[in-house]
């Protein structure tokens, strides 16, 4: 058969049979037909791909193959040096890189968790995987594993859960969003130049961040309702002091809370010479933390703490057994030397979880129970106070101190949401005890 060589108006040049040109075949590289070494080569194209070309191939070169084709070739990872087998085409529609380096593929000793997550394994619980161990899973592997904090919190989260999406211990976090607007207070005051006395005794009340030069205070929100009500009254009696104390919430979105308190601080008037942000917070947090734990510092050695410490130590105890808001008594439970018992207890009776989704139920109750001990145990060390001396009261208490029907008292609410004797509270409704009587004795007829 009679072979010619044609040049297209691409500029390449081709042979083949005559027939098959008048069939209307053009040029075999431009269609891919065929390999053009500096046209459609993987060299050419992809030099990025072809650089892992493994000498396994030999003696295929990547200038010699089509830059997509679908057959398989061997891949000597220049990064890692692992070799995985695959063919351009799905290396590039996937875009996918060294499996090794990636994670989805285990070279123990290369890119296992030790390797690539030492501070990760730290947490690994030995005893409660099964005799898993970190070297068997890669940084992307989805396996749930059961961990422990260096506090000595257990929890369980999966594998890239940790090292992709950055999740923490529950408890620790919970601790975390806790006091993170009172750390970004502290940081912000101190680089406006004012320092909090904390822990401060002010006409029988202990006030946890006080600022006298600029008349105001702050707190986190007391865990329990009952404390909550104190820390009204509290915030109450400040206010004839000239003192405004400022209740921070638990930040429910952290970078959120850096706003708040940013617009709260401005709303102030107080300047910072460096606004700080979430990561200083996050620092000043776990910093103190560790100190506390390695020093086993006591409450009473307070006068050597910074105002994080104080303030931390203060935060941790309230959880431990929450006082009442004026005269906190001092906590007789010291705070754990040894990581504290965890949160891993199943308790008595209850069955131990079997599987990941009863685990987790199992771990969000638990960090409730630790965060707001006397939701779940009925234990609170909250003195009673006389409902005559509260500031505030629930309905109900307003119910039984008033002598009017809960559901009248409801009416009224519904009636004037913003009455002066009313106060919201996080979508609660308290009443003000003497506002309240003093809009009773204007009133003839309640109904
Ligand atoms: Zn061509
Ligand atoms: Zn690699
Ligand atoms: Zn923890």
Redesign the pocket.
Known sequence: MKKIIWKGPCGHEWVSPIHTRSLGHGCPYCVNEAVLPGFNDLASRYPDIAINWSNRNLPVTPDRIYYRTQKKYWWR??????EYYRSPEIILRYQL??????GTKLAKGM?DLTITHPELTKEWDDEKNDGLTPDMYTKSSKKYIRWKCKYGHTFGLQIRERTKLGKNCFVCEAEYKVALPLFLVIRWMNSAGHKAMVGTKLCEMQVENLYEDVGLAFEHEYFSQQAKMLQLDKQAALREKGIHLEILPKAKDPPETVMQIKALMEKYGIQAQDEPDENNAREDFFRTKDRLLRENIQEREMDTMNEEMKLLLKLLLAQEGETEAGQRTPNKKKLAPEPVSGIDYPPEGKPQPRNEKEYRDNDFSNSRRELYPDHTNNVSSVKAVPIWEKYALTVPEAAAYFHIGETRLRKLIKKDHYANYLIWNGGRVFIKRKLFEEYLDGENDLS
């Open positions: 990872c220049h990064i890692c040096g692992n890189n060294c499996p090794y380096c990636v890119n």
